[in-house]
């Protein structure tokens, strides 16, 4: 290899690596809300096969999803209690 060579190689090595520093906070997030969207949507049809007897459901979709793992718990009550008000 040819030392212009080796220092393109050092130069795109650095890029990746600055790229994956700033990309890393973000990513983190999105997959915290992806993981709390999961958790969310499984206690959400637990808690519609436990409470659906009483008429209290909320529908699982995407927009309910990104509340409770944006939200988690809080999201998640403000859900079935909003659905007990309509």
Do not use: E, Q, W
């Amino acid at each position: 290899m040819i030392a212009s060579d080796i220092i393109m190689l050092m130069i795109a090595a650095c890029v990746v690596l600055v790229i994956i520093t700033l990309f890393a906070d973000p990513l983190k997030t999105l997959i915290r809300v992806a993981i709390g969207s999961v958790v969310g949507v499984v206690g959400m049809v637990a808690a519609n096969t436990l409470l659906a007897p009483f008429g209290v459901f909320v529908g699982v979709n995407l927009i309910t999803a990104l509340i409770v793992g944006v939200l988690g718990i809080p999201g998640f009550i403000m859900l079935y209690i909003t659905s007990l008000m309509l």
